[in-house]
């Protein structure tokens, strides 16, 4: 009989906007139908997690275990669960693959609907949440995976198998940003070999789109960063070209771009989360054929402008959630290419702490200082 029993264990819980987690021990509920709980054995920190730690706006959702990037093993399996066994390595992920909707049947998009993204508190199927705290109070959930904690419970939906061969640090890079990076220029902006690529900023998701953009054979792969020692990181992926918006004077870097490329590139890369760099990007992007990709997710909640004489000219701008990643299709095959020595993975990982010591990974982000701090529990 399939019957598991509510586990206490620690957890960095997130109890008040931009402070400290606070490491406390909790209760994870037992996996209910469609459900596994994991064992968590490393996560790192996002800059989603940051800013859904930050902002007061969001802070309604608190107290909240946050984390969305990691690697486990499964521990437990809900009612109904089929194809997963007690001792699985996985990955979960924020957004969803159940692999049977209607949107993950068809070969397009990955938007699944069994499990649609959400940033509320619940449980994707019934909005409850699995976490309690010391004095009987609930803890709310984060993108249906709260990976800060020993143990926790995700929709099998948001969970993908994945090689035992791979290193539980590698796969846990495979979780949310590597994916999206690699995955926008795949499968979003289908880069050919020869094309030129610009990227605008180089954290870890823009150095992943650096990484595909060298796997598809691009030419030109120009990244625009503040910090100038992204540079040389951003060389051993692949970058051909650096631009520091700051070293330039009265040249604009649409200007600069634009000379760079020809006239302009054929495909553009946001990757911070600002309107003025979404428009900057867009504007140096190649009149008649030029792709502009929104990755980042704009910081301010700003509007993006867009002068419709310039998207008339045969150029577009699209955004993507997880790089048009559909997670168990997209990451096994991710997996076997870091196997085979054909993609970098290892270049990410800047830092390693203690989950007890995880607010300095928090430090770490903030400061600019890391791209990937891989948190073991
Ligand atoms: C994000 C995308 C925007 C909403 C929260 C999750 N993806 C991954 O970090
Ligand atoms: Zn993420």
Not at 39 to 66: A, E, G, N, V, Y
Not at 289 to 315: A, C, F, Q, W, Y
Not at 325 to 331: F, N, Q, R
């Amino acid at each position: 009989e399939n019957s598991p029993k509510s586990i206490r264990c620690k957890a960095a819980v997130c109890r008040a906007p931009g402070e400290p987690l606070v490491i406390e021990e909790v209760e994870v509920a037992p996996p209910k139908a469609f459900e596994v709980r994991i064992k968590i054995i490393c996560t790192s920190l996002c800059h989603s997690d940051l800013t859904f730690w930050r902002r007061q706006d969001l802070s309604i959702f608190f107290p909240r275990i946050l984390g969305h990037e990691a690697f486990g093993f499964i521990e437990s399996l809900g009612d109904g669960v089929k194809g997963m066994e007690v001792g699985d390595a996985v990955v979960p992920t924020f957004l969803a693959n159940c692999g049977e909707c209607r949107e993950c049947r068809a070969e397009k998009g990955n938007f699944c609907s069994v499990a649609p993204f959400s940033v509320l508190p619940g449980m994707p199927r019934d909005g409850t949440v699995r976490f309690t705290d010391a004095a009987g109070r609930p803890v709310n959930n984060f993108l249906g995976v709260s990976s800060f904690c020993e143990y926790t419970v995700v929709d099998i939906s948001q969970v993908t198998k994945v090689d035992s061969a791979l290193p539980p640090e590698k796969a846990c890079l495979l979780s949310c940003g590597v994916s999206t990076g690699v995955g926008a220029v795949r499968k979003v902006a289908a880069v050919e070999a020869g094309s030129s690529v610009v990227i605008f900023g180089l954290g870890a998701v823009g150095l992943a789109v650096v990484e595909g953009a060298r796997f598809q054979g691009a030419a030109k792969i120009i990244g625009v960063d503040v910090n100038p020692d992204k540079f040389d990181i951003g060389k051993s992926l692949g970058l051909t070209h650096f631009v520091n918006p700051k070293d330039n004077g009265e040249k604009s870097v649409v200007e600069i771009i634009k000379e760079m490329t020809d006239g302009g590139a054929d495909y553009c890369f946001e990757c911070i989360g600002l309107a003025s760099l979404m428009s900057d990007a867009f504007n140096c992007s190649r009149v008649g054929v030029g792709k502009t990709i929104i990755l980042g997710v704009e910081m301010h909640g700003n509007p993006l402008s867009i002068d419709s004489v310039e998207i008339l000219k045969g150029r577009c701008i699209m955004g993507s959630l997880f790089g048009g990643i559909k997670a168990k299709i997209d990451i096994p095959i991710l997996a076997k290419q870091y196997l085979n020595k054909e993609l970098h993975l290892d270049e990410f990982i800047t830092h390693e702490v203690n989950f007890m010591d995880i607010n300095k990974a928090f430090d770490l982000l903030v400061q600019g200082k890391s791209l990937r701090c891989i948190i073991w529990m």
